[in-house]
């Protein structure tokens, strides 16, 4: 069977590279202009991309030293002006106390930078240690640290006490996202 | 915190990290970013067809300046 194009696949990485856009950027119409910026430099070079290989991992890379040559560049970055990469994010009912999402996403934007970024690739997109450290251009041990760091700052943030469990959300709600097809959380 | 606690802990983290990209990923996409990939699409059909007439086809990059024009802010 032949392999389907990747300028075909490209579209279905779009939302994903919107929202790592966003998580560098922290500002939607920075986002928009980074993925913009990306989708053509990737056009412009898909016969340097090799087939077979991560497609999604090859656009992240493309997505991520566009941003850090951009900033280089104006040397400011952009706050979450627009409070969009928090404020996206649904309110899940809160009438038993536990966390909301929001809360949740407030204390990863404190994270420092490098540790936001290797917990938005290794855990929020599934990219292993050394595809990661690949991205980035450093060694696994780093991002591995990056990211065991991030984590627990996380927990210092929330003041998660050693035996309090980091509840997702309601059980009104999971029944909700289960029914949605969200019943892999 | 034990090491069994400590990958629960972790890994409940990177599932809340997880719902919360998939939840940005629901938006729709901004309709300058769609209209690009359409753009940058039809330029390479246009490429492939034999033209009647003289001149380059359009590059990517020329695709994100007429993007531009109507998309960023």
Known sequence: MKPKDPKDELVDHLPALRAFALSLTRNGAAADDLVQDTVVKAW????????GTNLRAWLFT??????????RKAQREVADVDGIFTNSLAEKPAHDG?????????????????????LTLV????????EAAGMCGVAIGTI???????????????????????????????????????SHF | MDTGKKKQRSS?????????????????????????????????QEADE???EDGEAPSARQALQVSAGGGRA
């Open chain 1, 123 to 130: 855990g929020a997109n599934g990219f292993s240690y050394e």
């Open chain 2, 50 to 52: 034999p033209s009647s």
């Open chain 1, 62 to 71: 493309i997505l991520r030293n566009t941003f850090y040559s951009g900033r």
């Open chain 1, 144 to 182: 591995k640290s990056r990211a065991n760091r991030g984590r627990a700052k996380l927990t210092e943030l929330l003041g998660l006490g050693e035996n309090e469990e980091l509840e997702m959300t309601d059980g009104a709600t999971m029944a909700v996202l289960a029914a949605n097809g969200g």
């Open chain 2, 12 to 44: 409940d983290i990177d599932a809340h990290l997880k719902r919360a990209f998939r939840e940005l990923e629901q938006e729709a996409l901004p309709e300058r970013l769609t209209e690009l990939l359409n753009r940058l699409r039809s330029q390479d």
């Open chain 1, 44 to 51: 412009s070079n898909f016969d340097k991309f090799e087939t």
């Open chain 1, 98 to 118: 536990r966390m909301q999402m929001s809360d949740f996403m407030k204390a990863f934007n404190k994270l420092p930078e490098e540790q936001r970024e290797a």
